[in-house]
C-alpha cells in the first residue's frame, strides 16, 4: 500500500505544480501604481454624415515642399466594429476602441494603453535604429491629413471604404506619407507607408504597442492583461510557426529602450493578450522584424518610484511600401480561420490542444441551442463523464479488491517488519505483494488512473476558458456573470470541496492510515486550489464532482446486490440438493 501512497502523493503534487503553473504563466507582472493623471483632452470632432461629408482631396505626390500642420487635430473614424481617434502627431493612433466588446463597465472597449498615452507613447510610432533625433522628429510632427473625420457605418455610409492619409515634409528632403484603408465590417485595416529618402528604409521599423490596453488599470479599462489574467507579448508567426517574446534574450540599445532583431520567412508581427491581438500582416512575407522595450520610471505611492517596462513590436518600413494590412481585433478563432494568413494559429490551446479544440467546438454547438456557455459545459462534463464511465466503474472494483486484499497484504508487511530495513528482504516483501496482486487480478494502479487521465482534460478545459474570446464575459447564472474569472464570493469552490468529502466518504478505503490522512486533505488542498480558477472550470470540476457521486451510488446499489445474492447463493443450493434427493426417493 506505501507504492499507492507514493503514487497519489505523486499525482497530488503534479496537480499542483501544473495549475500553479500554469496561473504564473498566465499571470501579469505586478502592475505599478500611479498617481491620478488627468486625461489628456482629445479634441472630439463632429463626424459628419453623408450629406455633409468634406470632399476627398485627389491623392498628390510626394515632394520635397514643407507639409506639416499648424496645430494639433484629431481625425475620427468610424466603422461598424470599432471607432477610431488619429491623433496628427506622428499620424500615429489615439484611441481605438471595439464596439461589439465592452469593458467593466460597459463601455466599448479601449485598446490604446491610457497611461502610457498620457506620457506621449502611441501606437504606428516610427523607429530609426541609431538615429534617436531623426525618430523624434517624426514622431512629434505635426502630420498634414487630408479630412478630420470618415464615417463608414453601415446605412450611414454608401462607400464600401475610405481612406485617410497623413503626410509630413520637413522642407530638406525628408517625407513620410501613412495612408489607411478602412472597410465598413471588417477589423482589416490596409496600411501604406511611403518614405523619402530610401535610405531609411533600411533602418527603420514602424511599430505596435506600447502594450496597447490599460494593464495597469485593473482591466475596467481596456485589454491585455488585468481581470483576465493576461500578460502582453509579442508574438510573431516566423517559418509558419509561431513565436512568443515575453522578453528579448539579446538585446542592443539605443537611448531609452532596448531592441532585439528577429529574422526568418515572417508572415506577421504583433501583440497578444488573452483574447485580442494587434497585428501587422505585410503583403508578402518579409525577412526580419523587431520587438522594442522601454523602461518608464512612474512616481508612486510614497513617494517610491515605480518602473514600466513597455513592449513594442513591428515591421521594417521598406516591408510596407507595396501596402500591408493591421488587424486588431478579437482573437476569435472562426473570425481569423476565415481571414487566413495563419492568424488563427496565434490561438493556443496548450500543450493539451488536441483535446481543447474539439472541446471547444463541442462547446460551441451546445451553446447555438442551449444560449449559455454555462449550461454549454454542464452538457459537456456529463458527455466527458459518460465517456470515463467504463474506466471508473473498473477503477472502483479495483479499489474494492484492494480493499479486501488489505488483511492478507497486512500480514505480508508484519512478516517482514523486522527486516524492512534490509534492501534485499524489502524487495522480497514488494515481490509477495506484487505475486499477491496478479493472483487477484487487482492493478495497484487502478484506483488513481482515471484522475490520472482527466488531467489532461481538466487543463484542456483551462486552456480553453482562457483563449476563447467567447467565454470573455459570458454569464452563467446569479453571481457568476464571467466563466472565465473567478467566482467572486468563492460559492462554486467551497461546494465543490463539499462534493469532494461526499466522494471521499463513498469511496472505498485501503486501510492504509498515511494514505488515508492524505487523501481527507486532499479536498481541503482542492478547495484552496480552485478559489483563483475561473468559474467555468470550477463548474466543470463541480459538476463532475456530482456525477461522480451518483455513479458511485449506483455502483454501492449493484454491488450490494451481489453481495446479498453470494450470501443467499449457499441457501439455495442446499434447497435444490435436498430436492434432488427427495425425487430420488
Not at 487635430?73 to 481605438?96: K, M, P, Y
Not at 501604406?192 to 530610401?198: A, G, M, N, R, S
Not at 483551462?462 to 474570446?469: F, P, Q, R, T
Request: proline letters at 6%; a positive charge; charged letters at 20%.
Amino acid at each position: 500500500m506505501e507504492r499507492r501512497t507514493l503514487l497519489a502523493i505523486i499525482l497530488s503534487i503534479l496537480v499542483l505544480v501544473l495549475f500553479q503553473w500554469i496561473a504564473k504563466k498566465t499571470q501579469p507582472p505586478p502592475k505599478p501604481t500611479l498617481p491620478p493623471q488627468e486625461e489628456v483632452a482629445a479634441p472630439q470632432p463632429t463626424i459628419t454624415t453623408p450629406e455633409e461629408k468634406p470632399t476627398e482631396k485627389p491623392e498628390e505626390p510626394l515632394t520635397a515642399d514643407v507639409l506639416q500642420d499648424t496645430q494639433l487635430r484629431n481625425v475620427a473614424v468610424e466603422t461598424d466594429l470599432f471607432s477610431i481617434s488619429f491623433t496628427n502627431q506622428g499620424g500615429r493612433i489615439f484611441s481605438w476602441k471595439l464596439k461589439n466588446y465592452l469593458d467593466d463597465e460597459s463601455q466599448p472597449l479601449e485598446l490604446v494603453f491610457k497611461r502610457m498615452r498620457n506620457m506621449g507613447f502611441l501606437p504606428l510610432e516610427v523607429f530609426i535604429e541609431g538615429e534617436d533625433e531623426l525618430s523624434r522628429k517624426i514622431n512629434n510632427a505635426l502630420f498634414l491629413c487630408d479630412k478630420q473625420q470618415l464615417l463608414l457605418t453601415t446605412g450611414a455610409s454608401p462607400r464600401k471604404e475610405g481612406q485617410v492619409t497623413f503626410r509630413y515634409g520637413d522642407g530638406k528632403g525628408l517625407l513620410v506619407e501613412k495612408t489607411f484603408t478602412f472597410f465598413p465590417q471588417s477589423y482589416l485595416v490596409q496600411l501604406q507607408l511611403k518614405v523619402i529618402p530610401e535610405e531609411i528604409f533600411h533602418k527603420g521599423y514602424i511599430l505596435l504597442g506600447p502594450h496597447i490596453g490599460n494593464r495597469t488599470d485593473g482591466g475596467r479599462g481596456g485589454f491585455f492583461g488585468g481581470a483576465y489574467r493576461g500578460i502582453v507579448q509579442s508574438v510573431i508567426n516566423a517559418n509558419n510557426k509561431i513565436q512568443r517574446v515575453k522578453k528579448l534574450s539579446s538585446p542592443r540599445s539605443q537611448g531609452d529602450m532596448k531592441y532585439q532583431l528577429f529574422q526568418g520567412s515572417i508572415q506577421w508581427v504583433g501583440m497578444e493578450d488573452n483574447y485580442f491581438m494587434a497585428t501587422f500582416i505585410p503583403a508578402e512575407q518579409i525577412k526580419e522584424a523587431i520587438v522594442l522595450t522601454r523602461d518608464t520610471t512612474l512616481p508612486g505611492e510614497g513617494g517610491t518610484p515605480s518602473v514600466l517596462t513597455s513592449m513594442m513590436s513591428g515591421v521594417s518600413l521598406n516591408e510596407l511600401t507595396n501596402q500591408g494590412k493591421l488587424y486588431i481585433g478579437p482573437k476569435d478563432y472562426e473570425l481569423l480561420s476565415e481571414l487566413g494568413m495563419g492568424l488563427k494559429y496565434v490561438i493556443n490551446f496548450g500543450f493539451f490542444g488536441f483535446i481543447g479544440k474539439p472541446m471547444f467546438y463541442a462547446l460551441k454547438f451546445f451553446y447555438r441551442y442551449v444560449h449559455n456557455y454555462g449550461v454549454a459545459i454542464i452538457i459537456l462534463t456529463v458527455l466527458i463523464k459518460l465517456l470515463f464511465w467504463p474506466l471508473t466503474r473498473k477503477s472502483f472494483h479495483s479499489m474494492k479488491k484492494m480493499q479486501e486484499l488489505q488483511p492478507k497484504m497486512k500480514a505480508i508487511r508484519d512478516k517482514y517488519k523486522r527486516y524492512k530495513q534490509d534492501p534485499a528482504i524489502r524487495q522480497k516483501m514488494n515481490q509477495e505483494i506484487m505475486s499477491l496482486y496478479r493472483q487477484q487480478g487487482v492493478s495497484p494502479m487502478g484506483g488513481c488512473l482515471p484522475m490520472l487521465l482527466q488531467l489532461p482534460v481538466l487543463w484542456a478545459i483551462y486552456s480553453l476558458l482562457m483563449v476563447s474570446i467567447e467565454l470573455r464575459q459570458a454569464p452563467f447564472f446569479g453571481w457568476i456573470q464571467d466563466l472565465s474569472r473567478k467566482d467572486p464570493y468563492y460559492i462554486t469552490p467551497i461546494v465543490m470541496g463539499i462534493t469532494m468529502l461526499i466522494q471521499q466518504r463513498m469511496t472505498p478505503t485501503t486501510g492504509d492510515p498515511a494514505q488515508a490522512r492524505m487523501f481527507k486533505l486532499m479536498p481541503i488542498f482542492f478547495t484552496f486550489l480552485f478559489l483563483s480558477f475561473p468559474s467555468g472550470l470550477v463548474l466543470y470540476w463541480l459538476v463532475n464532482n456530482v456525477l461522480t457521486i451518483g455513479q458511485q451510488h449506483l455502483i454501492n446499489i449493484k454491488e450490494g446486490q451481489k453481495s446479498t445474492k453470494t450470501r443467499q447463493s449457499p441457501q439455495k443450493a442446499k434447497k435444490q440438493i435436498s430436492r434432488k434427493r427427495r425425487r430420488k426417493k
